[in-house]
């Protein structure tokens, strides 16, 4: 039976030494202010502002959320450059909608990613603290928190699987990790996930891993949004660590994020 990895024990931990880095940040006349952009009708977006605003609010970072209500680019991009121009903004993350929010907004895929993107690279380097961008000097929250929970482990060797790999986060994670990359249209997928001593999964489709194919004793990384990926209950019984959804990757993401800006804070 695999332990299950407890994200928000790791999260509170990873807060208390923040709220030592900002304290200091405040003697010396700086701070860390975060300003979100979340779109209406995107209920997770929303909960995720609010689960950062939550964490701001316990080590001391002032937040600020600016919420617009469809896809229109111009609205969006014109506070963006007011904010990149805000001395007291220290970071700026957008919440990515699902791309079903998109397609209820009449774009595909394809489009939805370029509408994506140039928002995205509208955010200038130095406030990018969700690392989504080409040229941040940021490694992205939801890697550094992977690389948060690896670290934490008393054994990590192997070979390294990421699912997912085409997508923003995915080929992150396989840059970062130096991991063997795949996604859902991979041929002989399980065979490949099977061989992996680490197995992370941000693919974004719900029940995708299954224990037929993880390894016995791997360590299991669900980074699948909304719902996880993993066929958690049948999968415990395989791994040596697996992480829930929500409570594992979720709340060190958030954390990170907030690492991530105080870093900025310290360096403006």
């Known amino acids: 039976m695999a332990r299950v990895f407890d994200g928000e024990a790791l999260a509170k931990k990873k807060e208390g030494e923040l709220k030592t880095k900002i304290e200091r940040l405040k003697k010396q006349g700086k701070g860390a202010k975060l300003a979100v952009i979340v779109f209406s009708d995107d209920a997770a977006g929303k909960l995720y502002s609010d689960l950062k605003q939550a964490a701001a609010e316990r080590v001391g970072i002032e937040f600020e959320e600016f919420n617009f209500s469809d896809i229109d680019l111009e609205p969006v991009i014109k506070l963006i450059g007011r904010l990149n121009r805000d001395p007291k903004v220290t970071g700026i993350m957008i919440q990515r909608p699902g791309v079903s929010w998109g397609k209820s907004r009449g774009m595909d895929r394809v489009g939805f990613e370029a509408w994506w993107v140039q928002l995205v690279k509208t955010i200038v380097p130095g406030k990018d603290v969700d690392g989504l961008r080409q040229g941040s000097r940021f490694v992205p929250a939801t890697v550094k928190a992977v690389e948060a929970i690896l670290n934490s482990l008393p054994s990590r060797d192997g070979k390294v699987v990421v699912v997912g790999s085409l997508g923003l986060v995915g080929r992150a994670l396989v840059k970062k990790l ?14 490949i996930t099977l061989e992996a001593d680490v197995l992370i999964s941000a693919a974004g489709q719900p029940n995708l891993i299954t224990v037929e194919m993880v390894k016995d004793g791997a360590v299991v990384i669900d980074v699948g949004w909304p719902k996880g990926d993993v066929d958690f209950e049948a999968v415990k019984r395989q791994a040596a660590v697996i992480t829930p959804v929500p409570g594992g990757v979720g709340p060190v993401t958030v954390v990170s994020l907030l690492e991530n800006l105080v870093e900025a804070g310290y360096s403006n």
Request: no cysteine; glycine share 22%.
């Open 178 to 191: 130096g991991a063997t990359g795949v996604d859902i249209e991979t041929k002989d997928l399980g065979a």
